[in-house]
């Protein structure tokens, strides 16, 4: 029959330091159960095999390479910040020598001293840009002036077209409103004869019929 | 404690300059490093060259050791990323012939045979060394790095937890199966005598 203990018995004696080992060797469990004693001897057999192990002493190798390289001594730990340090010189030896200008026209980058003559020039040449900036702006004004006198000129012109055509336009539509009226003065006149021609006409046949009518009465009294 | 204290000592001088500190210090564990570098790589010739790896990792980084740890546990850490960079470098025969955990997969036709002897009879190893090669090279990497750290380095198992960067417990547990295994193993082949 297998032992429920025995895999964990095993398990800590194994994998305990030299006391635990001994404490559990002590186990009364141990000197009762065939089986756990059993598998622990098997298994102090594996491990007592690895032992068997002869150390080698080592060949004659190649430690040329290590100790060649320790004759100025293991790198310290500061060594290792060397690169990191001139990196670093070499980033702020750039910095405070780059010079950044700005010429209106665009950013100047450069490295090192300042560049006395390259900088006159550049000044005069935003001298002379200057001088051309005003006259061009004095042109630009006098030319500005010139258009101005002409477009005036024009609208003035226009506007005397348009006001000789715009009165005799006027006299048109007056003329035209004046014959219209007489024309309508004229209709109605002939309208109104018409009515009256009309109303005459009634009148006689009125007159003559109370004329028929009063010589028939006078015949039959 | 006094090889530990000896060991600050040298590092200290080594860090100044002293190179006759240094290679005091390569001296005191060459023998150490070259073992497990030949239990790694069951050949002589790999295991130089590992633990040329090895010393010269240790050269450029013994500055950054603290002395927080035993200057072994440190040194352990560095055989086994570059072990694990050797690994992935080459595939040596002995290295990763069993990756798994398991011990079900465990096959009589696993077990090692005459041939699988043979190579390690050619590397002017001694019978029992060879024997003992022939078994290691049976267990996964990880198992095997456990046993070898375990068994022979003579580390805690907190302290194989920091080399390797796994837990205690995982590194209990990886020594107890690996112990398993190996009881199988020679249980199989009747060795144990």
């Known amino acids: 029959m297998t032992c429920p203990k025995t895999d964990s018995f095993l398990f800590q004696y194994f994998t305990g330091d030299p006391a635990t080992r001994a404490k559990l060797l002590k186990e009364p469990h141990l000197s009762t159960c065939s089986d756990c004693s059993e598998k622990l001897s098997e298994l102090l057999a594996s491990e007592s095999y690895l032992s068997t192990w002869e150390d080698v002493s080592v060949p004659s ?34 910095a405070f020598n780059l010079q950044i200008t700005d010429y209106g026209t665009g950013l100047n980058i450069s490295f090192g001293k300042k560049n006395l003559e390259m900088e006159s020039f550049i000044r005069d040449v935003r001298r002379v840009q200057e001088l051309q900036l005003v006259e061009f702006n004095a042109a630009l004004a006098e030319v500005e002036l010139i258009q101005t006198k002409n477009n005036a000129r024009l609208l003035q012109t226009v506007l005397e077209q348009t006001q000789l055509y ?21 209709d109605m006149r002939q309208e109104y004869q018409q009515l009256v021609d009309s109303d005459y006409k009634t009148l006689r046949s009125l007159q003559q019929l109370a004329s028929f009518v009063s010589v028939s009465n006078g015949i039959i009294q | 404690m006094q090889s530990h204290n000896d060991d600050k000592d040298l590092i200290r001088a080594a860090l100044a300059g002293k190179s006759a500190s240094w290679q005091k210090l390569v001296r005191r564990h060459e023998r150490r490093v070259y073992n497990h570098c030949l239990r790694l790589t069951g050949s002589d010739a790999d295991a130089l060259d590992l633990m040329q790896e090895v010393f010269l990792g240790v050269y450029r980084s013994l500055h ?35 990756s798994s955990d398991d011990e079900s997969a465990l096959e009589i036709d696993q077990f090692p045979d ?27 990497y990880e198992q095997r790095l456990i046993v070898e750290m375990k068994v022979y380095q003579g580390m805690t198992f907190e302290e194989i937890g920091q080399v390797v960067r796994v837990s205690e417990n995982t590194s209990k547990t990886r020594y107890y199966s690996a112990l398993k295994k190996l009881k199988n193993l020679l249980e199989a082949s009747n060795d144990m005598s």
Not at chain 1, 166 to 186: H, P
Not at chain 2, 125 to 139: E, P, S
Request: net charge positive; aromatic share 16%; charged share 25%.
């Open chain 1, 166 to 186: 715009s009165a005799q336009n006027f006299d048109r539509v007056v003329r035209l409103f004046d014959a219209q009226r007489i024309q309508d003065l004229e």
């Open chain 1, 61 to 94: 190798w190649n430690s040329k390479k290590i100790f060649d390289n320790g004759n100025s001594g293991v790198p310290n730990f500061w060594f290792q910040w060397i690169p990191t340090a001139a990196c670093f010189v070499m980033l702020c030896v750039f």
């Open chain 2, 64 to 98: 950054t050791f603290r002395g927080d740890s035993k200057f072994s546990t440190w040194l352990f850490r560095i055989v086994h990323n570059k072990s694990v960079d050797a690994i992935r470098r080459r595939r040596p025969y002995i290295f990763l012939e069993n």
């Open chain 2, 114 to 140: 005459e041939e699988a002897v043979e190579p390690y009879a050619a590397l002017s190893l001694t019978q029992t060394n060879a024997r003992v090669l022939r078994y290691l090279d049976r267990l996964s």
